[in-house]
């Protein structure tokens, strides 16, 4: 099978992860009779400086005609002072709204070789931790209509916070598709109790969830998702949660796995093109030390492989690959402890080249 994918390795630790990334793809390759051809779309700060914009048309043209997309990170001090139309970030934006690119999905899953690296009491993740997060994209209050105008003297800023009943339901589908394949369990997550559009987010779900009689459904509000994930998050399956929500609780569950550096995402439209990024950010203080963690990013190249090239068995090696290098005790440094016996300390390429080796 040939496939192309669009790499946009971005700024700061982002061209280092990715290579790791290609890198096991490439063993993927040899092992599985693959091809894989790669076109570099330079996105973010490091576009800015080239070309003056986020992205160039040209590089959006390439993302759209992919099979898919991989993504490493954007941003950095060097650029906050860019006006808000050209920021690094915005970037982003486009690439999910021309793609159409809805739903993001954050696996949060503690792997048992670091609970001890959770921030939580071994009492609360002992049950363990693996949810999933899916979170609408491309709606909400970062596309909604603002604008920021003087009233009685004083600057009065607003940001229009916009949902219809079509764009909650195709995201609420995914989250009780992807539960039928888990734990069967959707908890949806709104601010019913103040906001009109979680209002109607909640009346959708509620319909949505008669077509699926097999799923367990709650509606749990905002502020109460975020003290469950810190108190029990292993009673949580699938949440699925608007924009904004989504992208606050998505970091939140992140750091219970005991480092941002671990987790993948994937960010889907409604055929098999997709975007595959890690969560975290662009990291310029550690960016070419090669000490950052490429395990994110490996895992959203499984994600891509599982959910757009429907290469199952691929994602599973890959998968079983990180499980196997954090069995060995090899961890970077986000997630070592010198204090813990039988663990060895390594850079970004050289956990690339062990998990590349646990493939072949």
């Known amino acids: 099978m040939q496939k192309n994918i669009t790499v946009l390795k971005g700024d700061g630790i982002g061209p280092e992860i990715v290579d790791q990334a290609i890198k096991v793809l490439g063993v993927i390759e040899e092992k599985f009779g693959h091809k894989f051809e ?8 490091c ?8 992205i160039t048309d040209e590089g959006m043209a390439k993302c759209k005609a992919a099979d898919s997309v991989l993504l490493g990170a954007v941003g950095g001090p060097k650029w906050d002072s860019c006006p808000p139309a050209i920021r690094p970030e915005k970037a982003l934006l486009a690439v999910r709204s021309e793609l159409g690119l809805f739903a993001n999905l954050r696996p949060t899953k503690l792997f048992p070789q670091l609970s001890d690296s959770s921030p939580l009491k071994e009492s609360i993740v002992g049950n363990g931790i693996d949810l999933m997060i899916v979170r609408e994209l491309t709606g909400g209050i970062y596309f909604g ?7 009685n003297g004083e600057k009065v800023a607003t940001d229009e916070m916009t949902y219809s009943e079509h764009e909650i339901e195709r995201i609420g589908r995914v989250a009780f598709e ?12 709104d601010k019913a109790n103040v906001l009109d559009s979680s209002r109607l987010w909640r009346a959708v779900m509620h319909k949505l969830a008669e077509e699926y009689p097999d799923v367990e459904y709650s509606d749990i509000l905002v502020d109460n998702t975020a003290m469950q994930l810190i108190k029990n998050p292993s009673q949580f399956d699938v949440i ?11 970091d939140e569950a992140s750091m219970l796995t005991g480092s941002i550096g671990m987790m993948p995402s994937a960010s ?12 975290h950010g662009s990291a310029p203080d550690i960016a070419g030390m090669d000490i ?5 990013t490996i895992m959203s190249a499984a994600m891509m492989l599982r959910y757009s090239f429907g290469m199952a068995v691929e994602a599973d090696a890959i998968e079983a690959a990180v499980n196997k290098a954090l069995d060995d005790g090899y961890r970077t440094a986000d997630i070592y402890d010198a204090a813990k016996c039988g663990t060895t300390k390594v850079g970004c390429s050289e956990m690339g080249d062990i998990i590349a080796k646990n493939i072949a």
Do not use: H, W
């Open 268 to 279: 889907l439209s409604e055929g098999t093109l997709g975007m595959y990024e890690p969560i």
């Open 47 to 54: 576009s800015i400086d080239k070309y003056g914009v986020p």
């Open 178 to 189: 992807s539960a039928r394949k888990r734990g069967k369990k959707v908890a949806s997550v």
């Open 240 to 250: 699925v949660t608007e924009n904004m929500f989504g992208d606050i609780l998505s």
């Open 145 to 151: 209509k603002r604008r920021t105008e003087e009233i």
């Open 292 to 296: 950052a963690n490429p395990i994110g």
């Open 38 to 45: 790669y076109t570099e779309v330079d996105i973010g700060g």
